[in-house]
């Protein structure tokens, strides 16, 4: 009769074993939950991650710049004159074809923020120009003179319009 008592004692002992363990991982991960719930964008900071632009103000060789996630972002109209000139990549030295750059021939959208040292650049002429160190840029954002060491950023965007795009990865399904 004991060997049968002790079996069955074995049986409920693996089953209490078994039962604890099921119970005390389901409590850890219950306590981890917040903690991890707290490593997620607040929602002012999702809301940075998005920026709608209403493009209808925006004059054929006129640039906007419109903030996103912190960073200037240069929106710019650009005439048939410089869309002929952004088709041209002579003399860049980091060559990338103008219509792997834009979606519209007609709008370009680049970060505004010089990849050699974050300064802001400004229009100049055919291009940009970098106040800090003097990169140039061409009207597809390409680096034709100076020590950038790349292009200007293309940030994530689409077209929801004619006359209205959004920026960020947030509103870019597929």
Same mark, same amino acid.
């Given at each position: 009769m004991t060997e049968k008592h002790d079996?069955?004692?074995?049986?409920?002992?693996?089953?209490l074993i078994k039962a604890t363990t099921v119970v005390g991982g389901a409590?850890?991960?219950?306590?981890?939950?917040?903690?991890?719930?707290?490593?997620?964008?607040?929602?002012?900071v999702l809301a940075k991650g998005i920026t709608e632009v209403?493009?209808?103000?925006?004059?054929? @060789?006129? #640039?906007?710049?419109? +903030?996103?996630?912190?960073?200037?972002?240069?929106?710019?109209r650009r005439t048939p004159e410089q869309i002929q000139a952004a088709t041209q990549s002579? @003399?860049? #030295?980091?060559?990338? +074809?103008?219509s792997a750059r834009v979606q519209k021939a007609e709008w370009l959208v680049v970060i505004g923020v010089c990849?050699?040292?974050?300064?802001?650049?400004?229009r100049d002429g055919a291009g940009w120009k970098c106040p800090c160190h003097g990169s140039l840029f061409d009207e597809s954002g390409r680096v034709a003179r100076g020590p950038a060491p790349s292009n200007l950023e293309v940030?994530?965007?689409?077209?929801?319009?004619?006359?209205v795009i959004i920026i960020g990865e947030a509103q870019l399904p597929t």
């Open positions: 079996a069955g004692n074995a049986k409920r002992r693996n089953f409590g850890a991960g219950m306590v981890c939950l917040p903690f991890i719930a707290s490593m997620n964008p607040s929602s002012d209403d493009l209808s103000g925006i004059h054929p @060789g006129d #640039t906007r710049v419109v +903030a996103w996630q912190g960073k200037p972002v240069f929106v710019t002579d @003399g860049v #030295t980091q060559p990338e +074809a103008d990849t050699h040292m974050g300064c802001v650049p400004s940030p994530p965007y689409r077209f929801t319009a004619d006359n």
